[in-house]
C-alpha cells in the first residue's frame, strides 16, 4: 500500500516539474515580443548594460568601466561594493584578467 | 515486478521505522538542492536575458582613456574612424552620472532623440523627438522613487549649480526596468549644458561595422590610429555578461560550494557506516534467506526513495522561488547597495543539461553512498554482523 502512494506521489511531482517546464516554453514564446522590444531599445538607445546595480559606475556599466574602477583611487584598497562580489574576472588559460577581455589590449 | 515493489514496500516500512531521522535528511537533501538549483536557473535566466537583448548593442563603442580613467573623446576622431575600411556610421554618444541627494540613488542620464526612436514601443507616453529640448524620459524606478509621473516635471542640479527643469513625456514601461529603470532620457543640447560638456566633445563613440567578421581587425585599427582609446567590441560585452552570470562567477560560487558541502556532509555521513539497528537488520534478513542482490536492492530503494523524492521537491521548489516569486531569498545579496533595483520578471529559461548535472551530482552520490555501507554488511557472515 505504502509503496502505491509513494509511487503516486514521485508521479505527481513529476507531473508539476513537467507542467513548470511546459510552462516556461509557453512563457518564452508569449513574451518573445517583450524580448524584441527590449532587444529594439538596446539598439535604438545604443545601451550596453543591464541596469540591475547602480551603486558604482563598474557595477552599472561592468562591459564599459576603466580597468582601475574595482579598486577606485587604490590599487591596493579593498572591494566594498557588494555587487562586486558577484562579479569575477574571467578566467583566462591560468590567470585571471579584468571585466571582458580588455587586457590584451 | 512483483518482487521489486514488495522490496519497495518493505522500503518503505523500514524507512518509517525511524520517521524524524529519514524526514530531517529528506529536508535537508530538498533544502540543498532547493538553493542549488534556484541559483543554477537564476544565473542561466539572468545569463540569457542579457546574451539576447545584447546582440543588438553596438558593433564597437570607443572610449578615450586618460590617466587610466575614461575621458571625454573629441568628435574629430568621428572623421579618422570613419576613413578605416568596413566602417559604416560613426555616432556619438552624451551620457553620465547623476547622484540624487533627494532619494539617495544613482541615475544614468542619456541623450537620445530622432527619427529611430519612433520604434521603442516599451514606452508610456512620447519620446524626446530631434531638437526638442526641456522634456525628459525617466526609468519606472526613478518614476517611482521621485513619484513622478508623465505630465509631470523632474528636477536636476546641472554642474553649474543651476536647476534643469523639464517636464516628464514618458516612462518606461515595467516590462523594460531591467534595461531602463535609472535611465533619464533627455536631448543632445540639454544633457551637454546639464553636464557642461565641451563643444567638439562626445562621452564615448559608436562604430557601427559592416561586416560583422570585421569587427575585432577594425577595433584593432581604432587602437592602431588612436592610442589614447579602449574599443570595446559587442563580443567583449556578451562576454563580461556571460561571465557575471556564470554559476561558477563570484558570490554564486560561493553559495554554490557551501550547499555543495552540506551535500558532501550529509552523504559522507550516510557513506561512513550503519548504525548498529541497521546492521543487525540486514543481519536478520540474510539470516532469514534474503539474497545479497536483495539486501542491496532494499538499501537502493532507500536511497532512492529520499533522494528521488528530495531532489523533486527541491527543484519544484526552486523553479517558483526564482520564476514565480522573483527569487526573494537571495534579493538582499543581489541588490548589495543598489537603491534603485528592479522587479524581477525574468523569463523562465531553463537548461535541461544544468539540471541532469545537478540530479547525478546529487541523487546518484546519495544512493551510492546508502548502497556501499550496506554491501560491506550484506557479504559479511550473518552471525557476525548481528553480534556486531
Known sequence: MRHRVFIGFIIAEAVCLLFFYLFSLLEIERRRPEVDARRELVRVLMLTDLAVWTEARYTRHPSQADLFSPFQDSPSSIEHFPAGSLIAPPWRGGRRGGYGHHFER | ?388
Open chain 2, 1 to 388: 515486478m512483483n518482487k521489486h515493489l514488495k522490496i519497495l514496500e518493505f522500503a518503505l516500512s523500514s524507512l518509517s521505522r525511524r520517521p524524524c531521522k529519514n524526514l530531517g535528511i529528506t529536508a535537508v537533501f530538498s533544502l540543498v538542492v532547493f538553493v542549488l538549483s534556484s541559483i543554477l536557473l537564476l544565473t542561466h535566466s539572468f545569463r540569457i536575458e542579457a546574451l539576447r537583448v545584447f546582440n543588438s548593442s553596438p558593433h564597437v563603442i570607443v572610449q578615450r582613456v586618460l590617466g587610466g580613467r575614461h575621458d571625454l573623446v573629441p568628435i574629430e576622431y568621428i572623421k579618422g574612424i570613419e576613413e578605416i575600411p568596413g566602417v559604416g556610421d560613426v555616432t556619438p554618444r552624451f551620457w553620465g552620472y547623476y547622484y540624487d541627494s533627494y532619494v539617495d540613488a544613482n541615475y544614468t542620464v542619456m541623450a537620445a532623440g530622432g527619427e529611430t526612436s519612433s520604434s521603442i514601443t516599451m514606452l508610456e507616453g512620447s519620446f524626446v523627438k530631434e531638437g526638442q529640448t526641456g522634456v525628459c524620459v525617466l526609468g519606472r524606478g526613478i518614476s517611482e522613487r521621485r513619484m513622478t509621473e508623465r505630465g509631470g516635471v523632474f528636477i536636476l542640479t546641472a554642474s553649474d549649480g543651476r536647476f534643469y527643469v523639464c517636464d516628464v513625456i514618458g516612462v518606461f514601461s515595467a516590462e523594460s526596468a531591467l534595461l531602463t529603470n535609472d535611465l533619464v532620457i533627455v536631448s543632445p543640447e540639454d544633457l551637454k549644458r546639464l553636464f557642461a560638456i565641451p563643444e567638439g566633445m562626445a562621452t564615448d563613440l559608436v562604430v557601427e561595422v559592416h561586416n560583422p567578421l570585421e569587427v575585432a581587425t577594425v577595433a584593432k585599427k581604432i587602437k592602431n590610429r588612436f592610442p589614447d582609446t579602449r574599443p570595446i567590441t559587442r563580443e567583449e560585452i556578451l562576454a563580461t555578461y556571460d561571465t557575471i552570470f556564470n554559476w561558477r562567477s563570484g558570490l554564486m560560487l560561493t553559495v554554490f560550494t557551501a550547499a555543495v558541502l552540506a551535500f558532501c556532509i550529509l552523504a559522507w555521513d550516510k557513506a561512513t557506516g550503519l548504525s548498529a539497528e541497521e546492521k543487525r537488520e540486514i543481519g536478520i534478513l540474510k539470516a532469514i534467506g534474503w539474497e545479497t542482490s536483495d539486501v542491496l536492492e532494499l538499501k537502493f530503494w532507500e536511497g532512492a526513495v529520499v533522494s528521488v523524492l528530495s531532489f523533486l521537491t527541491g527543484l519544484g521548489a526552486g523553479y517558483v522561488h526564482v520564476f514565480f516569486l522573483g527569487a526573494p531569498l537571495f534579493l538582499p545579496a543581489l541588490k548589495g547597495w543598489s537603491t534603485l533595483f528592479p522587479d524581477l520578471r525574468l523569463l523562465p529559461y531553463i537548461d535541461l543539461y544544468q539540471i541532469l548535472i545537478l540530479a547525478s551530482l546529487t541523487v546518484l552520490p546519495y544512493i551510492a553512498s546508502t548502497m556501499v555501507p550496506s554491501w560491506k554488511a550484506a557479504i559479511t557472515d550473518p552471525d557476525a554482523v548481528m553480534r556486531g
